[in-house]
């Protein structure tokens, strides 16, 4: 007989709901109560519900309260998945929503197996990841200072006449450009050092990066996969940061899927209707591996600074990232001839890339990692 009981967890900052499901199909499900949203109080759950002969399997969704939950309850010896909230199931015509009602769903769920468990980073890939994410965000709040500048001197009739900005020749025609109003002259020093603020930090994020990249545990697999043309450092340890554990996909079709650039599909009886990509899985993965792949427009070549990063890598891993640079040049031409738009060649360059960063990671990177 088993003697399990599945424990739905509702979690918030402050308050978690608990619900339980007694196994078997007419299993007791009843609301638990409330308790605080700390270790001590969950120590104190796992203590109260546990019995000899009985087993806890506890699960709750992923969200902005983060993996401490599960890796306190996993320290504790009891099973614990995290759940993915955009695959849970629910009922078309259920409107209303508590937080007690979404822990006894989440037991019952739990109890029949419809639930989808989410790959739980361990501390450190969570740190690293917590890196990368901080360094996109220092390089999106340096592109709107830009912005903010450069919109702040065309509305006054400011045009610098070369060809690119922020060049060294364009920063030093900054340092020339005079307002007659002192209030003016005040926004434009204020938006140059906020310039230079977000230049200076993401730099320093950049070099953090670099420090601690070493000591991480998927460093391998980061320098492996820049063997790849378009996978510099920043783009391998994000995409590395934001995957994972590469060998949980059985095939690179399913990591295309999870990385949100297969195509989306709505078909019914003999009409068959395809969309654009489904954008599922990280954006900021699946952004640096798209703008990686604007460099298969050019032929087929090994650079000085690729050559540098592959000469000391593995046999198999460079002639896999040739023959991925030859496919993929080969490619990016054919789509470009037969007219398709820059962005839909781009995207189905960066589906092609993800196979052949799948195929490598998982030569030098053949265990799954340690949860």
């Known amino acids: 007989m088993d003697h ?29 109560g409330e308790i605080p949203s700390t270790p001590d109080a969950m120590r104190r759950l796992v203590e109260k519900l546990g019995r000899p002969g ?28 995290v759940v993915a ?33 989410v790959w739980v980073p361990d501390d450190a890939h969570e740190a690293m990841r917590d890196l990368v994410r901080a360094r996109a965000t220092a390089r999106r709040v340096l592109g709107k200072a830009r912005q903010h500048l450069q919109g702040f001197l065309l509305r006054h009739g400011r045009v610098y006449s070369g060809k690119r900005g922020w060049t060294q020749a364009y920063r030093r025609w900054l340092t020339t450009v005079r307002f007659d109003h002192p209030a003016q002259q005040i926004v434009l020093q204020d938006y140059i050092h906020a310039v230079e603020d977000g230049e200076v930090r993401l730099a320093c994020l950049e ?113 896999t990232a040739w023959r991925a640079q030859r496919r993929l040049c080969n490619r990016y031409r054919r789509l470009a001839a037969a007219g398709k738009p820059k962005v839909v060649v781009t995207t189905a360059i960066a589906r092609e890339m993800v196979g052949f960063i799948w195929a490598i990671a998982c030569m030098v990177q053949p265990r799954p990692a340690i949860r």
């Not at 015509?93 to 639930?115: I, P, S, Y």
């Open 4 to 32: 399990s009981t599945f424990v739905g967890l509702d979690v918030h900052k402050k308050r978690t709901s608990v619900a339980l499901a007694e196994a078997g199909r007419g299993g007791e499900v009843r609301f638990h």
């Open 54 to 81: 009985r087993r806890l399997a506890f699960c709750y969704e992923a969200g902005p309260c983060g993996y401490g939950m599960h890796r306190l309850l996993r320290g504790l010896s009891q099973d614990c998945i």
């Open 85 to 117: 909230p955009s695959l849970i199931p629910s009922r078309p015509g259920d409107r209303v929503k508590t937080n007690r009602r979404d822990a006894v769903a989440l037991a019952k769920l739990h109890r029949a197996g419809e639930l989808t468990e």
């Open 207 to 319: 070099q953090q990066i670099e420090e601690l990249l070493p000591s991480w545990s998927m460093a391998p697999v980061v320098e492996a996969v820049q063997a790849m043309r378009g996978v510099g450092l920043i783009v391998a340890v994000t995409v590395v940061a934001e995957v994972g554990d590469f060998s949980r996909f059985a095939n690179p079709r399913q990591l295309m899927a999870y990385l949100g650039l297969v195509p989306s599909e709505h078909s019914s009886g003999a009409s068959v209707r395809r969309g654009g990509i489904t954008k599922a899985g990280s954006a900021l993965a699946r952004r640096v591996l798209i703008e990686g792949a604007w460099t298969y427009r050019m032929q087929a070549r090994v650079s000085r600074k690729l050559l540098d990063r592959i000469e000391h890598l593995p046999k198999e891993v460079r002639d």
